[in-house]
């Protein structure tokens, strides 16, 4: 397995030889060398109560990477392979992706060793609490800001936030007023649900802002698209949080989602599926359970069953991964059939299946330019709670789609200007904004 810190180390030197410029050479280099390694890495042992009365030690990591543009921001993965070297990439990534999409932040991230499906409710919550403790003197509004990752949401963060204003009040002079609370504690942490704290709009934010960059991209590529004038064909794997809204925000503008899948497989329905219809039925019964739904109706004959490898290499116009890094490598890049890779997860290609696709003519847009929705509403989360000011849905995707928008100029400016693919122009814009500041 391809180690996605090594990778995204590669994706910086390749960005790096374009910023090596003038006569500031030596000066650049060395800023540069600055971004091969975290700032902090914080790493913890905790103790959680299980169901059985016994107490199991778990692993957390929080990696602050970079803070040149601003408090460290970052999720929180729930996962059995979680390890140093992923949260490392992930966090280097949030630095890159909140300088895109020029947001005064930084890049960290967070990570817990564990399965969190095997888990109860309740040992869950202890579980985020546990981790919050390890943490909590490292973070802050100020400071670092965690949110939701994969197999972590807006129930979770609040469980952890209410941890933190436990902690916070127990050990300083801080007394919560009505005034103080939404500054000082609830910036602390985005992804919040929206009664308690969390900004409207923040939990579709990802593939919200994703369909922004999809459509903002296709507009620039526009005659360079083979299939024109039809409905163009969709795959995503990983159907969590970000594939599910991307899947339903694409089919509802018009957009025909042909497959999805989770972490056992996926289907394949060649007319389009019904993505509501498709959520339901995988709720009652997983993705594989028959769930090849058209038009409000699941049925085993609309459809057939594909394995995640399959999925991405479906006849397709657009692929979306949408699940873990490392999905499309040299091995299946040469049979990856898609006009246009929407990086939705972090880290999905590796640099060899990069350079594949780049041959065959496919355009990657990248993660760090397609994901960046859900930071982006984060940022509007955390302005919203540090002013203790609420915003309508509307005014929220207003702001992330001028936001991504002019990230998608910016980088295909960028592109032209230096010949380049999309994620390393991406790269010189964002790390040329962080060695400004340096
Ligand atoms: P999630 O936990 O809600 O969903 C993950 C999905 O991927 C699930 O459907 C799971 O079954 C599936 N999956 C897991 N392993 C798989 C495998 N090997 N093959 C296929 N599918 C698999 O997580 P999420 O929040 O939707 O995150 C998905 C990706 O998007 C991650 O890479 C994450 O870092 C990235 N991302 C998330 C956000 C966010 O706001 N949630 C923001 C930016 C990037």
Known sequence: MSNPFNNAMEQLAKAARYLEVGNERLEVGKKIELLKQPERIIQVYFPVKMDN??????????????????????GIRFHPQVSMDEVKALSFWMMVKCAVVDLPLGGGKGGVVVDPKVLSEKELENLSRGYMRGIWRDIGPLVDVPAPDVNT??????????????????NSKLKITKKNEGPEILATI??????????????????????????????KLNSKLKTQNSKLTVA????????????KLLSENGFKVVAVSDSRGGVYVKEGLDVEATM????????????????????????????NKELLELP??????????????KENAPRIKAQVVLEMANGP?????????????????????????????????WVQNRRNERWEVGDVNKKLKQVMDKAVDEVWRSKEKHKVTLRVAAFIVAIGRVLAKM
């Open 53 to 74: 009365g016994q107490v199991k030690i778990f692993e957390g990591y929080r990696v602050q990477f970079n803070s040149t543009l601003g408090p460290y921001k970052g």
């Open 153 to 170: 949401n807006p129930k979770i963060m609040a469980w952890m936030v209410d941890e933190y204003k436990k902690l916070k009040t127990q």
């Open 236 to 247: 995503i794997e990983g159907f969590g949080n970000v594939g599910y809204f991307i899947a």
């Open 316 to 329: 397709v116009d657009i692929l979306i991964p949408a699940a873990l890094e490392n999905q499309i490598t």
């Open 280 to 307: 339901e039925c995988k709720k009652k019964k997983g993705v594989l359970g028959g769930c090849y739904c058209r038009g409000g109706v699941c049925d085993l004959s609309y459809g057939k069953t594909v394995t």
């Open 349 to 381: 290609t590796t640099p060899e299946a990069d350079e594949i696709l780049h041959k065959k003519g496919i355009v990657v847009v990248p993660d760090i330019l397609a994901n960046a929705g859900g930071v982006t509403v984060s940022y509007f989360e």
């Open 190 to 219: 985005t992804g919040k649900p929206v009664d308690k704290g969390g900004s409207q709009g923040r939990t579709e934010a990802t593939g919200m802002g994703g369909m922004y960059v999809l459509l903002a991209t296709l507009a």
